[in-house]
């Protein structure tokens, strides 16, 4: 693996700490990368007796009219560039998508557009972010979770996904769609990569993700997708093309990679990732996608501290460090109405010059 040269544009402007100098590294990790491959005897699909392949074969079925009807009903946002949609409802579900960089972040009870995605990433083991059976709650009935995310993706003859989770809870992954196989007889195919804050793994030549700390009730990380970009060197700049690609050929590094913070996801966390200078690049990403369980006086502060979660309030006491173009709010608690989480956005807004979002998709209207 051979040391890249970074150029982050603007990071003295994030943080009052100082940040040591880091020879920065990136690299793909296939040796890390392990295909989970299930596959059940002599089962193709169809068995009698499998609850779980029967409910697959429903959700083909019903696949088009739910693709149309969540089209019209999409709550989802263009911002900067991506278009950012899904839900995420405190204890119940979170599950947003980048359809842009065929991502996931969570599962949630696998809406019909996440099994587009090509890559999930997992924040922490919690059961509405990573669910592997039927959980009851606003949205009643469906079924989902990354089980059904691996297996209705094999049933569409997508290629196998690549999912990334916090390198303690992989065995732990891995026995799951285990019980999965034996329950459901089923064929369940996907890449398991183990991504530990601080690495860096490359999803194509121009992207790359990178997971950094959170502070949850359980171990628990937040992902940045990174773009990817060559720039000449300065000493080079004044060169003609002849030159350059003379240099080139004779083994010269001509260039400097450069990475830019495009998307960050926190997932559940208390809010003192605002202040750990190795949080910087998710304040400096142009969307971070973050959480705001609780928005009023009605709960406390140390209440959402107690279990692992961010009060707005302090938010707006951390709004100085927000470098970010847009700031998505998510997994509000369910006592909420959109209203409550309007006036939220609002009172945010008024903090920080980011463009302030509420995703409020699985949320009614008190005059409802």
């Known amino acids: 693996m051979q040391p890249i040269s970074l150029n982050f544009p603007n990071s003295n402007l994030i943080n009052p700490f100082h940040q040591p100098q880091i020879n920065h590294r990136y690299h793909h990790l296939p040796i890390q990368t392990r295909r989970v491959n299930i596959v059940a005897n002599g089962v193709s699909g169809g068995g009698a007796g499998s609850g779980f392949l029967s409910a697959i074969g429903r959700a083909i079925e019903e696949e088009e009219y739910r693709k149309a009807r969540a089209e019209v009903n999409r709550k989802g946002f263009d911002l900067d560039g991506y278009s950012i949609e899904g839900l995420s409802i405190g204890g119940h579900e979170t599950c947003v998508i980048v359809p842009e960089l065929k991502c996931a972040f969570d599962i949630g009870r696998c809406p019909s557009r996440a099994v587009q995605q090509n890559f999930l990433f997992i924040t922490h083991a919690h059961l509405d972010h990573i669910p592997s059976v039927q959980i009851l709650g606003p949205v009643h009935g469906r079924k989902g979770g990354l089980p059904m995310y691996i297996a209705t993706r094999g049933l569409y003859s997508l290629k196998p996904p690549t999912v990334f989770v916090p390198p303690c809870i992989k065995e732990d992954v891995e026995q799951l769609i285990d019980i999965h196989r034996a329950m459901g007889h089923v064929e369940l195919n996907f890449d398991l990569v183990p ?88 304040l400096r990403a142009k969307i971070l996608i973050t959480e705001a369980t609780f928005l009023d006086e009605s709960v406390s502060v140390e209440h959402a501290r107690e279990h692992g979660h961010t009060h707005l309030s302090e938010i707006m006491e951390h709004a ?5 173009k847009t700031v998505v709010l998510t997994h509000f608690s369910s006592r909420y109405h959109i209203e409550d989480i309007r006036q939220a956005v609002s009172t945010l807004q008024s903090k920080v010059s980011a463009k302030v979002i509420g995703l409020t998709e699985g949320f009614k209207s008190m005059y409802s």
């Open 195 to 282: 991504l530990d804050v601080g690495e860096t793994y490359e999803l194509r030549n121009d992207l790359v993700v990178r997971p950094f700390k959170t502070h949850h009730v359980i171990t628990s990380q937040g992902y940045v997708i990174y773009s990817v970009r060559k720039k000449l060197r300065k000493q080079y700049t004044h060169l003609k093309g002849k030159q350059i690609e003379k240099l080139k050929k004779s083994g010269v590094e001509i260039t400097d990679t450069i990475l830019s913070p495009e998307v960050a996801f926190t997932g559940d966390t208390m809010s003192d990732f605002f202040l750990d200078p190795r949080s910087a690049d998710a």
């Open 320 to 324: 100085q460090w927000i470098r970010n």
